[in-house]
């Protein structure tokens, strides 16, 4: 390995260096990286698709060739094909704080967020007409305003704020655009239902789930979280805080492969009230009836629309086997994930020359989420070079570089090369 570089392009002292196969001979969770599939590519973009877990190929192999290619239509009984929702579902569960029972996999994010911020409004309404909140609040009684505005992220990941907008047109809402800093001062008797990232796309910051979820119920709405960039990355606690709906992705922190399907959690009370904008035979009580009224399932299941997507939802339920077979606690990963992003700091902040780079992502340990984003005035053309260089990581216009560290298979001599490697593109 070459010696790190100091600003000026000298060699610099190798106590990084040294720091980082320290810690690395220390990390407990360091004999995971030998279940993915990697190479001398420093990969820092887990946030945006996970790495292979080595054993998924054999596992899908076994799908096609001896599932569907052997057993053919019996897969959906033999192989366990029809339940594949619900039982991946009980799988991400722990790994979001939440019992079995809550979670359905299927659809993409987008589908999931729409499913979830129309039933928030229908929910809301409900409970105005009929003057109470179940468990998460009041309302303030049926003679009240009516819920006619739902609250979104002003920061969010674009596709949130098309569904959004999509759903309070076929809701008849208003949508107002907030900050999350801004959602307690702005929620009101006339908010259905807020839609919040957990964790920001762009950079990095984790915002208060409890308490804003606390907020949320205070003014009689509903909360729906996003959870794309927390979930196998940090302890997120839906039933603990109370999260009435929440939604994410399984092909960053979970590794379920590019366009694996997404979940949607209902939390469990309010599954008989859940009225999903898109039923399908798959969420019928019936689903084999083939009646032409639609009568929902109970459970999780009101969730699911149509045919599984059996051969993407297996290989993420292969995925998994990492956290189950290795015994990972999501607490251990947090652990290390807060120690690789401050690492990564202290290398770019005694590698990369001052003022040439600023982070965006806060400092504070309550506020990261498991990303890095550094401003940078050429960041699109820096990150190819970083590219070029063996340092993988994106770039989000006008100017952030964003680097996804998921402690499953991301080390800290990787940091420390990615800081290094950084200084010298800049230099």
């Known amino acids: 390995m070459s010696e790190p570089l100091d600003p000026a ?14 810690l690395d001979a220390a990390d407990a969770l360091a004999a995971l990286r030998e279940r993915f599939v990697l190479d001398d590519v420093t990969y820092l973009d887990g946030n945006s698709l996970g790495a292979l877990p080595a054993h998924v190929p054999a596992r899908v192999d076994d799908v096609v060739r001896r599932q569907w290619g052997e057993l053919r239509i019996r897969s959906w009984e033999e192989s366990g094909w029809w339940s594949a929702p619900e039982r991946i579902g009980d799988r991400i569960a722990p790994l979001v704080g939440a019992a079995a029972g809550q979670i359905v996999v299927g659809d993409s994010t987008s589908v999931n967020v729409f499913k979830a911020l129309v039933a928030a409004v229908r929910m809301a309404r409900e409970d105005g007409e009929a003057g109470e909140h179940g468990e998460a609040g009041e309302a303030g009684g049926g003679s009240g305003p009516a819920r006619d505005e739902i609250l979104v992220d002003a920061t969010t990941f674009p596709t949130d704020g098309y569904i959004a907008e999509s759903a ?12 999350p800093a801004e959602v307690p001062g702005a929620l009101g008797d006339r908010t259905a239902a807020v839609l919040l990232n957990h964790v920001d796309y762009r950079t990095g910051r984790l915002h208060d789930l409890p308490a804003l979820t606390r907020a949320v119920h205070a003014s009689g709405a509903y909360a729906v979280w996003d959870l794309c960039h927390s979930a196998g990355a940090l302890p997120v606690g839906l039933d603990e805080h109370g ?12 590794n379920g492969g590019p366009g694996s399907p997404a979940y949607l959690y209902v939390r469990r009370d309010l599954q008989p009230r859940f009225d999903s904008p898109l039923p399908g035979w798959n969420s019928h009580a019936e689903p084999f009836g083939m009646r032409s009224a639609y009568a929902p399932a109970s459970g999780a299941v009101r969730g699911r629309v149509g045919t599984p ?41 005694a590698y990369v020359a001052p003022g040439r780079v600023e982070s965006v992502t806060p400092a504070a340990h309550a506020e990261r989420g498991s990303q890095v984003a550094l401003r940078c005035d050429d960041a699109g053309d820096v990150m190819k070079r970083l590219i070029e260089g063996g340092v993988v990581g994106d770039f989000r216009a006008p100017d952030v570089l964003r680097f996804g560290f998921t402690p499953l298979y991301v080390g800290f001599a990787d940091v420390e090369r990615a800081a290094r490697v950084l200084a010298r593109t800049l230099g």
Not at 243 to 254: E, H
């Open 243 to 254: 999260v009435d709906l929440a939604v994410g992705c399984t092909y960053k922190y979970l």
């Open 168 to 179: 309070a047109r076929m809701t008849g809402c208003a949508l107002r655009p907030v900050t």
């Open 309 to 349: 997507d059996i051969l993407s939802l297996l290989a993420l339920e292969a995925a998994l086997d990492v956290w189950d077979e290795d015994g990972v606690s999501v607490a251990a990963v947090r652990a290390k994930s807060l120690a690789l992003t401050d690492f990564f700091l202290r290398c770019v902040g």
């Open 9 to 22: 392009g000298q060699a610099a002292p190798v106590d990084l260096a040294e720091e980082a196969r320290r």
